[in-house]
Nanobody, 123 residues
Framework: QVQLAESGGGLVQAGGSLRLSCAAS????????MGWFRQAPGKEREFVAA???????YYADSVKGRFAISRGNAKFSVDLQMNSLKPEVTAVYYC?????????????????WGQGTQVTVSS
């Protein structure tokens, strides 16, 4: 099993920045690909970004150029730097991982999930 713990959410004004972090524990070598999804009230969970063990990153079109995903030096953590935030990105952000490589935008392709961290952007 892999446990994921997110941190870094909060309230920020539009145009501001936040950095989310996620640390894996347990079977940490089962974290070949790590990523972030988000779920806004009344909406389905959607893909935000993901990064492979070797550092190849993939982003949803809606966040390209504003968000950056990175892995820690030990590879068992992942950060999401979010800049130029807009109110429409308000959601609960979930860290996720899968033991196999590759980047997938469907949530059912990932095996482990964190509890989520709230990001609220005020206008």
């Amino acid at each position: 099993q892999v446990q994921l713990a997110e941190s870094g959410g909060g309230l920020v004004q539009a145009g501001g920045s936040l950095r989310l972090s996620c640390a894996a524990s347990g079977r940490t070598f089962d974290t070949q690909t790590m990523g972030w999804f988000r779920q806004a009230p009344g909406k389905e969970r959607e893909f935000v970004a993901a990064i492979t063990w070797s550092g190849v990153a993939y982003y949803a079109d809606s966040v390209k150029g504003r968000f950056a995903i990175s892995r820690g030096n030990a590879k068992f953590s992942v950060d999401l730097q979010m800049n130029s935030l807009k109110p429409e990105v308000t959601a609960v952000y979930y860290c996720t991982t899968r033991p196999q490589g590759g980047v997938f935008t469907k949530g059912n392709s990932y095996d482990y999930w964190g509890q989520g961290t709230q990001v609220t952007v005020s206008s």
